[in-house]
């Protein structure tokens, strides 16, 4: 896939077969629309063009910018973008400026006059533009002007509900990663490198790789411990993953008491402090306690260890 940050530097294609949009989570709402651009564009022997922003409109449209969160940073979205199967992937620097414009002069001057489509695939509840104004009633008139067809691809549903990021969001901030891979098509997951801890898991008989996420939009499921597995250095572990603020474990006076990530990677040795890892969330086994001593704590840690064999 050709990955290109400037819509001026596209080169280009035989009949694009173009989407826009922002594609959080890239789920299985926005993979239906990537397999209808591959289709298309195999029928018209042209190439898939996908366009999204840099970065997310709501982080430069929002009012409070702490409470916006994302299913994906945008390196792995790109990641999942590629995994579909798409030719190229055009991302716009959203700015407050490029905001104001009106969907006929996005359309005009960005995917007309730069990629010449044959053919646009939009979501069954997308808008773009100004005030949302580029409907696909308004799209389709445009393409008559242009010269390029516009096709809608119907809402997804799972057990009859509605596939869209809001609702993944919703789950996983709730916890049911579980109801949220099924949406996905994949499963959720937190990349971060590992940072030394205060060595205590290990003390316990549980030693965790305690994660630090650098991109600050990231959304981060709800606290709990969780079944999961966990990929290090090109290779996949069972584990379990505590997100929380580990209320049995006393802080030192300059320890931060902010939330922690950590993992306990079952059948595992070695050191990795300073390696990227990243942990895929299975399922969700219970709320974080407080225990009454590190030995009560150890012992529900043996008890989850089991649990999530079981689950994994």
Same mark, same amino acid.
């Given at each position: 896939?050709?990955?290109?940050?400037?819509?001026?530097?596209?080169?280009? %294609?035989?009949?694009?077969?173009?989407?826009?949009?922002?594609?959080?989570?890239?789920?299985?709402?926005?993979? *239906? %629309?990537?397999?209808?651009?591959?289709?298309? *564009?195999?029928? #018209?022997?042209?190439?898939?063009?996908?366009?999204?922003?840099?970065?997310?409109?709501?982080?430069?449209?929002?009012?409070?910018?702490?409470? @916006?969160?994302?299913?994906?940073?945008? $390196?792995?979205?790109?990641?999942?973008?590629?995994? /579909?199967?798409?030719?190229?992937?055009?991302?716009?620097?959203?700015?407050?400026?490029?905001?104001?414009?009106?969907?006929?002069?996005? %359309? =005009?001057?960005?995917?007309?006059?730069?990629?010449?489509?044959?053919? #646009?695939?939009?979501?069954?509840?997308?808008?773009?533009?100004? &005030? $949302?104004?580029?409907? +696909?009633?308004?799209?389709?008139?445009?393409?008559?002007?242009?010269?390029?067809?516009?096709?809608?691809? =119907?809402?997804q549903e799972h057990e009859n509900i509605t596939i869209s990021s809001s609702k993944i969001r919703e789950l996983l901030n709730n916890g049911d990663?579980?109801? /949220?891979?099924?949406?996905?098509?994949?499963?959720?997951?937190?990349?971060? @490198?590992?940072?030394?801890? &205060?060595?205590?898991?290990?003390?316990?008989?549980?030693?965790?790789?305690? +994660?630090?996420? *650098?991109?600050?939009?990231?959304?981060?499921?709800?606290?709990?411990?969780? *079944?999961?597995?966990?990929?290090?250095?090109?290779?996949?572990?069972?584990?379990?993953?505590?997100?929380?603020?580990?209320?049995? +474990?006393?802080?030192?006076?300059?320890?931060?008491?902010? @939330?922690? @990530?950590?993992?306990?990677?079952?059948?595992?040795?070695?050191?990795?402090?300073?390696?990227?890892?990243?942990?895929?969330? %299975?399922?969700?086994?219970?709320?974080?306690?407080?225990?009454?001593?590190?030995?009560?704590?150890?012992?529900?840690?043996?008890?989850?260890?089991?649990? /999530?064999?079981?689950?994994?």
């Amino acid at each position: 896939m050709k990955v290109y940050k400037c819509i001026k530097d596209f080169n280009p %294609v035989n009949n694009p077969v173009v989407t826009i949009g922002s594609f959080d989570g890239v789920h299985l709402g926005h993979q *239906a %629309v990537f397999a209808k651009m591959r289709n298309e *564009a195999k029928k #018209l022997n042209g190439e898939t063009v996908v366009i999204t922003f840099s970065p997310h409109p709501r982080i430069i449209l929002g009012n409070d910018n702490s409470n @916006i969160k994302f299913v994906k940073t945008e $390196r792995k979205k790109i990641e999942h973008i590629k995994k /579909a199967g798409i030719d190229n992937l055009i991302l716009i620097e959203f700015t407050k400026e490029f905001s104001q414009q009106t969907y006929k002069q996005f %359309v =005009k001057e960005l995917i007309v006059d730069y990629i010449h489509p044959k053919l #646009l695939v939009i979501g069954y509840d997308h808008h773009f533009g100004n &005030n $949302r104004e580029g409907s +696909i009633e308004n799209l389709k008139i445009l393409g008559m002007e242009y010269g390029f067809e516009v096709q809608k691809v =119907k809402e997804q549903e799972h057990e009859n509900i509605t596939i869209s990021s809001s609702k993944i969001r919703e789950l996983l901030n709730n916890g049911d990663v579980v109801n /949220a891979n099924k949406l996905l098509g994949h499963e959720y997951s937190i990349t971060g @490198i590992v940072v030394k801890g &205060n060595s205590i898991g290990r003390n316990l008989g549980f030693p965790t790789a305690n +994660i630090e996420v *650098a991109d600050e939009y990231k959304l981060i499921a709800a606290i709990g411990v969780y *079944a999961c597995r966990v990929l290090v250095n090109g290779k996949i572990y069972k584990g379990m993953s505590n997100i929380g603020y580990r209320p049995t +474990i006393e802080k030192a006076n300059n320890e931060e008491s902010g @939330i922690t @990530i950590e993992v306990n990677i079952f059948d595992f040795n070695e050191t990795i402090y300073g390696e990227e890892i990243t942990i895929f969330f %299975v399922n969700w086994m219970r709320d974080e306690h407080k225990f009454p001593s590190k030995q009560a704590l150890a012992h529900q840690l043996s008890k989850d260890k089991i649990h /999530a064999l079981e689950l994994l």
